[in-house]
């Protein structure tokens, strides 16, 4: 069974830079897509990007578009997301998830489209 699990998270000020990462685990790490979504206190869930094989093609969500890069390294196992600029609303719990096979780009940002989970790792950009 894989495993997803974040870290990385923490409390930083507005324009601060933040890495998060996910390393996977138990299992083949031949993901066909890997994401990023975030839920903020009293919000509903939401994605914030994705990255897919084998053309490590990113997508990301118009408020973070410019501002936070997804990668991947194979070799280690591991998910990135670099936030730079942070925000106050960029406030929210962080969750990696990833899916075997790939996905239609319309379906990137469908929650239950994605196989694996994780627990998610909490962000907090303070004003």
């Known amino acids: 069974q894989v495993s997803l699990v974040e870290s990385g998270g923490g409390l930083v000020q507005a324009g601060d830079s933040l890495r998060l990462s996910c390393a996977a685990s138990?299992?083949?790490?031949?993901?066909?897509?890997m994401g990023w979504f975030r839920q903020a206190p009293g919000k509903e869930r939401e994605f914030v990007a994705a990255i897919r094989t084998p053309n490590s093609d990113t997508y990301y969500a118009g408020s973070v578009k410019g501002r936070f890069t997804i990668s991947r390294d194979r070799a280690k196992n591991t998910l990135y997301l670099q936030m730079n600029s942070l925000k106050p609303e960029d406030t929210a719990d962080y969750f990696c998830?990833?899916?075997?096979?790939?996905?239609?780009?319309?379906?990137?940002?469908?929650?239950?489209?994605?196989?694996?989970r994780g627990q998610g790792t909490q962000v907090t950009v303070s004003s």
């Open positions: 998830t990833g899916r075997r096979t790939r996905l239609i780009v319309s379906a990137l940002s469908t929650w239950e489209q994605y196989d694996y």
């Open positions: 138990g299992g083949s790490f031949s993901m066909g897509v």
